[in-house]
């Protein structure tokens, strides 16, 4: 299966080349053109800005967060809601 994908990529000049094809063959070369269409191959390596980039990262918007914490009302101590998640 490889070497009939790996034929396709690199289509060699030399004909003789050219493994014998069949319907299954078919299916998987398909498949796997749509696998390469529907999935983003990992980078080796990516900074956090361009990662922020591609995936729009905003950040939190900081007064509305504290809007939201003043609206819940806590007044436990941090100690005792970090123990009531044991």
Known sequence: MKLIIEWFIEKPKNLQNLPK???FHIEKI???K???ELIQR???TISIE???Q?????GT??????SLADDLNIEEPIEDLLNMLK
């Open 42 to 44: 990992m980078k080796k």
């Open 34 to 36: 749509v696998f390469d």
């Open 54 to 58: 591609e995936q729009n990262y905003t």
């Open 50 to 52: 361009t990662m922020k």
């Open 21 to 23: 094809i069949n319907k």
């Open 61 to 66: 918007n900081k007064a509305m967060f504290e």
């Open 30 to 32: 398909k498949q796997k």
